[in-house]
């Protein structure tokens, strides 16, 4: 789960993110790094790229490990720069019961202001998208029934009409999954309106949708899914702010700003552009088709005119 990831830290990948020599200040060398998900590699792999067209010497720590990981060895000055979610400050700031996430202008200030002040790190321009849980169906399902929001299939389900629910344990008990949904739109599926899968993946919970895999018509997803786009999926959404806005955003060192201050008009255009189809449709060639994300990154630069 998105919100949660900065948790499950391995202590093995932990010693493997600090084992090789920092190319911190000092060096010469910005370090770019990213966690382990197809999204961070993905948008790492984006700034490297950018970096290394402007002639900037990088160090790729790309796929160092889990947000707690990375997020520590930014702290202690070991990386410089890397992609976070402006909705994980909850969890770094331990305000998680604070509504202001829910607001991605609002939550970003907040997470923004918060790293400055205490941790001299800088939260750039966030991307317009956020990569929060969401609830999502076929195209055909959608227009058959009308359903484009959140509101819609709360009013669908409170008619009785057939629905089944893919979705991970994690995101059927946790407060900010399916309950969060629920409280705030006024439905409730029972156990047998549900298909609880092992695990959390949500590339399996879309695709059991898409089949109708044992009668299921709606599934757990991220908004920013792959698979969304290559099985051609319909996001409901969530117009009533069920959930934590996770907007991609670049983290900075306050120091390397400070060198480098340039960086900032060079990287904030980069997530200023993105948009939710960019993200799903290459995430898409990444998981899905299996290419390089450093070539998926490279090409997407160069279409939009980032790099020659």
Request: proline fraction near 4%; charge should be negative; include cysteine.
């Amino acid at each position: 789960m998105q919100g949660l990831r900065w948790f499950f830290a391995i202590g093995v990948m932990l010693a493997l993110a600090f084992a090789a020599p920092a190319g911190a200040a000092g060096t010469g060398k910005i370090v770019v790094a990213s966690k382990i998900d197809t999204e961070g590699a993905l948008l790492g792999n984006m700034v490297i790229g950018l970096l290394q067209d402007r002639g900037y010497t990088v160090d790729n720590r790309i796929e160092i490990g889990t947000t707690k990981i990375v997020r520590q060895a930014l702290l202690s000055g070991q990386i410089d720069i890397y992609p976070e979610y402006t909705g994980n400050g909850a969890f770094f700031f331990h305000k998680e019961d604070d509504p202001v996430w829910t607001n991605a202008a609002a939550g970003y200030e907040m997470v923004r202001k918060l790293d400055l002040e205490r941790n001299n790190l800088v939260w750039l321009t966030p991307a317009p998208v956020s990569n929060s849980w969401a609830i999502a169906i076929t195209k055909a399902f959608s227009a058959a029934n009308g359903l484009v929001s959140l509101e819609d299939f709360a009013r669908y389900v409170a008619a009785g009409k057939r629905v089944k629910l893919a979705a991970s344990a994690e995101f059927v008990e946790s407060p900010s999954g399916l309950p969060a949904f629920q409280k705030t739109y006024g439905f409730e599926l029972a156990q047998g309106q549900l298909l609880v899968l092992a695990g959390g993946d949500t590339a399996a919970t879309i695709r059991a949708a898409a089949e109708q895999i044992s009668g299921v018509n709606a599934a757990m997803a991220y908004s920013t899914d792959g698979a969304i786009a290559t099985l051609g999926m319909v996001v409901l959404a969530d117009t009533k702010g069920a959930q934590i806005v996770y907007a991609p955003c670049l983290v900075v060192r306050g120091a390397v700003l400070e060198e480098h201050p340039e960086l900032r008009a060079l990287l904030d255009p980069l997530f200023a552009d993105l948009s939710i189809d960019d993200l799903r449709q290459l995430s898409a060639r990444i998981s899905v088709n299996g290419e390089d994300p450093a070539i998926v990154a490279l090409s997407y630069l160069k279409t939009r005119g980032f790099v020659k």
